[in-house]
């Protein structure tokens, strides 16, 4: 039977703190123990778990001048620093009072939504990029111009379009070069053209376009399924990449994405591995964040969870629009459990946009809601809180049955600590 930690009069001040708002990571830390000692202490004093719920970071005065100063052009993150707290709690209040945020984009000089759209339908009406830069006061910026309507997916015309095009024999020449093989880049850099051009051509010609897995270096399905089968014969990913002419890294794209177990590769990035044995960014105990963004282009269809050190740095990424959901931890093993869980459970609706397949991050993104996905974090944020760390690392993280073994050892090692 294994010995109480708390005397009578501790577990009474426990329970009297957690009932009077404070986490079961704050008690842990007050009290040295694991936050599994604790919540034991509250179940045996009949006290009711709290479900999550966001703790308030500032009083209703502070919270109506935040949106006051927000309102008069102070941003997030100098509005962080004069409040002693995260962007993400800035950009949470705002959204909780129904403040309009201001992009990145807005945030550094740019051109709000209005205004790009404006942008786009004069410039498919004939104007061009310089004009346009001069009219909307961006002097002879044209490649700001030129940013936009890439952004928002416009066509854009080349110097050469501008002036007549390309022959229709050359049209014809550069249909017959991608039957044959070429890439649209290619083709366009032959005739001095963009590929967007050469794309249009193709399509005015009626040539079926390659799917952009395979015009980027990829496999056809039923030739990634033989990678991942050599793979699984005990070929390195290296190994299987020079099979099949692929880089390695394309090899574990293919995996990951056909839901195949990988082994360890190199000693860099997230691994399970790294997190058993507290190497690599796992080495020490630092503040790591779980966050939930939508995307700035695909708001309303896709989203992407993820964890990071610096989540207001890595927030900067314009492809990413706003922040729905961020749940912080005093390591990186429960914001990398938390995160490979919900990936794990979420991978049927893995889709990433066919522009954002180069995108670092890409395999995360979600083809749901970000408001759909919220319950997804939060249901298994509870279930890491209720089994302890290890306990659910073993019960909803992808892993070897070795790795497993480890995880559960380790759970077994805290019930007993209890």
């Known amino acids: 039977m294994s010995q109480r930690r708390f005397t009578d009069e501790q577990e009474r001040e426990i329970c009297a ?4 708002g404070k986490e079961l990571s704050w008690l842990g830390r007050e009290f040295g123990a694991p936050f599994q000692t604790i919540r034991s202490a509250l179940r045996r004093n009949g006290i009711e778990r709290r479900t999550y719920k966001p703790p308030r970071k500032f009083t209703d005065e502070q919270e109506a001048e935040i949106c006051r100063r927000y309102k008069e052009g102070e941003n997030s993150t100098q509005l962080a620093a004069a409040f002693d707290c995260t962007c993400t709690s800035i950009l949470a209040l705002l959204k909780r009072h129904k403040v309009k945020s201001r ?67 050359q049209e014809k020449e550069a249909c017959q070069m991608y039957k044959e093989g070429k890439s649209t880049s290619e083709i366009g850099a032959i005739y001095g053209v963009s590929k967007n051009t050469i794309g249009y051509i193709l399509e005015t010609h009626g040539i079926e376009r390659r799917s952009s897995k395979i015009a980027m270096g990829g496999l056809e399905d039923d030739k ?172 909803y993280v992808p892993m070897t049955k070795a790795q497993r073994k480890q995880c559960l050892k380790r759970a077994a090692s805290e019930d007993k600590r209890i």
């Open 17 to 20: 703190l957690y009932v009077a």
């Open 224 to 395: 990634e399924i033989e990678a991942c089968e050599a793979y699984q014969d005990g070929l390195t990913m290296a190994e299987v990449g020079a099979q099949f002419g692929i880089a390695d890294v394309t090899v574990c794209n293919i995996l990951k994405r056909r839901g195949y177990e990988t082994r360890e590769r190199g000693t860099t990035g997230d691994t399970i591995q790294h997190a058993l044995t507290d190497t690599g960014r796992f080495d020490r105990p630092r503040d790591c964040e779980f966050y939930l963004y939508d995307l700035v282009r695909y708001k309303e269809t896709h989203c992407k969870p993820g964890i990071s050190f610096f989540v207001d740095h890595r927030a900067q990424d314009p492809e990413y629009g706003d922040c729905h959901l961020a749940i912080l931890f005093d390591s990186r093993h429960g914001a990398y459990f938390l995160e490979q869980a919900v990936l794990e459970a979420t991978k049927d609706h893995q889709q990433m946009p066919r522009d954002l397949m180069d995108w670092d991050g890409s395999t995360e993104i979600r083809e749901m809601h970000a408001v759909e996905m919220i319950d997804v974090v939060l249901h298994y944020n509870n279930l890491l809180e209720d089994l302890g760390l290890w306990q659910f690392a073993a019960d």
């Open 103 to 169: 992009s990145i984009r807005e945030a550094k000089g740019g051109l709000d939504d209005e205004t790009e759209i404006e942008i786009c339908r004069r410039y498919e009406l004939g104007e061009s990029t310089v004009e346009l830069a001069k009219a909307f006061g961006k002097g002879d910026d044209s490649k700001a111009i030129y940013n936009v309507l890439i952004r928002r997916g416009i066509q854009t015309r080349s110097i050469r379009i501008a002036k007549g095009g390309i022959t229709p024999e």
